[in-house]
């Protein structure tokens, strides 16, 4: 969640004159035709994020079938540069082509990945395969956000992100059970031909579920019927230049990052994180410095602003509870002896408190947003503390406890961060900012995965894997993120306040 808006509406009444007393209801919002259309859109969230559970599931077998075992690492670290990058990209490609287009060529090369990766003689090409695959996956994300904004009206926005959330959660439980399957069968390729099937369906039946009056440049009310849920489009905007250099600098940002991450030499790994934090500190400064065409809203620039606390929120929170992602299935399996079914599963609670947070309270009122975010940044920093506390001693279902209530402080306020932000830029940059939530989301889960890493490498793990390793390793990579995570919720906190 980069790039001019390309169709103008009509600006959203203030909040005091548009908020009703309670949000519509899902039966009213199911009989509207809404929820059919957007759960279109919400399937690319499907196919990205079971993509990474069921990869996690099967990359044994993968490595025993074609090898690269040294390349690892860069398995997910490339799918991440191409969904930042996706991310990065998709609002000025939706500018000039329109959702309808964005959400088709997203799906393309998130097939044509699968079908690299499902061919792959060898790990190296296999890497070219997860870079499409994440690039597409990134776009079919950012797509599905920015389409709230444009095509959906405000008072149904928290539904319709809180449906996202449930689409993820449901991708993390079922994601195992399907690698599972396809690692019984002993067919790896399998999964990734399942998963470019569905991309390429996608991509064709885009043409037919998304209304032709979104493509850039189409006449208002050329196709689809009256919906009193959806925005009437408009004229286009100018397409911008396309940002080569800003996505070439944060892509050589974003690699020097990952590198410092799975690199075993301490020194190597500082000199090249470094690198990539100031290669991103560049980034912003050229993106921020520019008169228009913006990949993030130029409302952060401000201090205080809504924009600023809202992505500052977002990043330190993200950054500071991707441990658990990265560290939680090794820490679980040497400490506790959990079975790779049952970690996986463990490590699924995080999503599944998220998206049943984000559905049970999407349809609160506006007047308690204030109270909602706030406990929910402050849930994120309970469920990291909690994670340094009992994850060496247990017990587990404590741990699970503390996954449930990190994922669920994350989903219960996640639909009003967004909708807040949106809200606070102008007309012309609410694509950006829509798109701005994912896209500073990965730039954090890439940051704190490195860091973490960092941190494990540096307290015992890059001595090898041990019980007596694990025990100092399963403390410092969630103590070492507090003081980020208290910067989030201090910004949450200053965010909620307007």
Same mark, same amino acid.
């Given at each position: 969640m980069t790039h001019p808006d390309d169709q103008h509406h009509a600006p959203s009444p203030p909040p005091s004159a548009t908020a009703p007393s309670a949000r519509p209801n899902w039966r009213a919002l199911a009989k509207s035709g809404v929820l059919s259309r957007f759960v279109f859109l919400g399937l690319g969230i499907w196919l990205h994020a079971a993509d990474e559970l069921i990869i996690s599931t099967l990359i044994t077998d993968i490595v025993a079938d074609i090898g690269g075992i040294e390349l690892l690492g860069w398995n997910l670290a490339l799918y991440e540069l191409g969904s930042i990058l996706a991310g990065a990209a998709m609002g000025l490609q939706i500018a000039r082509s329109g959702l309808r287009a964005g959400f088709a060529l997203s799906a393309l090369a998130y097939a044509t990945g699968c079908a690299i990766s499902a061919l792959a003689p060898a790990m190296e090409i296999m890497l070219l395969g997860r870079l499409a695959q994440g690039f597409g996956g990134g776009g079919l994300v950012a797509v599905a956000f920015i389409a709230v904004e444009k095509l959906f009206d405000r008072s149904i926005w928290p539904?319709? =992100?809180?449906?996202?959330?449930?689409?993820?959660? *449901?991708?993390?439980?079922?994601?195992?059970?399907?690698?599972?399957?396809?690692?019984?069968?002993?067919?790896?390729?399998?999964? =990734?031909? @399942? @998963?470019?099937?569905? +991309?390429?369906?996608?991509?064709?039946?885009?043409? &037919? &579920?998304?209304?032709?009056?979104?493509?850039?440049? $189409? +006449?208002?009310?050329?196709?689809?019927?009256?919906?009193?849920?959806?925005?009437?489009?408009?004229?286009?905007?100018?397409?911008?230049?396309?940002?080569?250099?800003?996505?070439?600098?944060?892509?050589?940002? &974003?690699? +020097?990052?990952?590198?410092?991450?799975?690199?075993?030499?301490?020194?190597?790994?500082?000199?090249?994180?470094?690198?990539?934090?100031?290669?991103?500190?560049?980034?912003?400064?050229?993106?921020?410095?520019?008169?228009?065409?913006?990949?993030?809203?130029? +409302? #952060?620039? $401000?201090?205080?602003?809504?924009?600023?606390?809202?992505?500052?929120? *977002?990043?330190?929170?993200?950054?500071?509870?991707?441990?658990?992602?990265?560290?939680?299935?090794?820490?679980?399996?040497?400490?506790?002896?959990?079975?790779?079914?049952? $970690?996986?599963?463990?490590?699924?609670?995080?999503? &599944?408190?998220?998206? *049943?947070?984000? #559905?049970?309270?999407?349809?609160?009122?506006?007047?308690?947003?204030?109270?909602?975010?706030?406990?929910?940044?402050?849930?994120?920093?309970?469920?990291?503390?909690?994670?340094?506390?009992?994850?060496?001693s247990g017990p587990v279902w404590l741990v699970c406890v503390f996954a449930v209530l990190q994922g669920a402080g994350f989903g219960m306020s996640w639909s009003f961060i967004i909708r807040r932000l949106v809200e606070s830029v102008g007309e012309t940059e609410r694509s950006i900012a829509a798109a701005a939530i994912p896209l500073v989301q990965r730039i954090a889960y890439a940051l704190g995965a490195a860091v973490a890493g960092l941190v494990a490498n540096s307290v015992g793990f890059s001595g090898g894997l041990s019980a007596q390793t694990a025990q100092v390793v399963a403390i410092w990579v969630f103590v070492a993120f507090i003081p980020l995570a208290t910067i989030g919720v201090f910004a949450g906190f200053k965010m909620s306040a307007k």
């Open positions: 539904q319709l =992100f809180a449906l996202l959330s449930a689409i993820w959660g *449901v991708s993390a439980f079922l994601g195992p059970l399907i690698g599972g399957l396809f690692a019984q069968a002993d067919w790896w390729r399998g999964a =990734f031909w @399942f @998963f470019g099937i569905q +991309a390429a369906l996608l991509a064709a039946t885009a043409y &037919i &579920i998304i209304p032709a009056q979104h493509v850039a440049g $189409t +006449a208002p009310g050329s196709s689809g019927g009256p919906d009193s849920s959806l925005k009437p489009a408009g004229t286009a905007a100018a397409p911008a230049i396309f940002p080569a250099r800003r996505l070439a600098v944060l892509a050589a940002a &974003i690699v +020097a990052i990952a590198w410092s991450g799975i690199t075993a030499n301490l020194m190597a790994a500082i000199i090249t994180g470094c690198a990539g934090l100031a290669g991103v500190g560049v980034f912003l400064a050229i993106d921020q410095n520019r008169t228009s065409g913006h990949i993030l809203p130029s +409302a #952060i620039r $401000t201090r205080g602003s809504t924009a600023r606390n809202s992505l500052v929120m *977002v990043f330190c929170l993200a950054a500071s509870t991707i441990s658990f992602s990265v560290f939680g299935p090794v820490l679980l399996r040497v400490l506790h002896q959990l079975s790779a079914l049952e $970690t996986g599963y463990v490590i699924a609670l995080e999503s &599944i408190g998220w998206s *049943v947070a984000a #559905i049970a309270l999407a349809n609160q009122p506006e007047h308690r947003e204030k109270l909602i975010i706030r406990t929910g940044a402050s849930l994120v920093l309970i469920g990291l503390i909690g994670f340094a506390v009992t994850m060496v």
